[in-house]
């Protein structure tokens, strides 16, 4: 799996892609975080994994986006 930063998030000439001097607070600028997801099993128990993915606040940049369009 690749798990290299991308090189741009979905925006066209984002201007916070084209600087190298902010890394996201989220993932220190690897792109990556790994949260912990609430899993339900049959019983009804809540029960907490950790999972790894993009991370949404650069959207896989690992840098910092302030203010990322959703969607
Ligand atoms: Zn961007
Ligand atoms: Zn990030």
Redesign the pocket.
């Known amino acids: 799996m690749d798990t290299r930063p991308r090189e ?2 979905a ?1 066209t000439d ?1 201007p ?2 084209s600087r190298d001097d902010l890394a996201c607070h989220y993932c220190s600028g690897s792109g990556r975080w790994r949260p912990e997801m609430p899993v339900q099993d049959g019983d009804g128990m809540i029960s907490w994994k950790r999972v790894e993915e993009e991370c949404r606040m650069c ?1 896989g ?1 690992g ?1 910092a ?1 302030h203010h990322v369009a959703a969607g």
């Open positions: 741009c998030c925006l984002c916070w892609c959207t940049t840098k986006h």
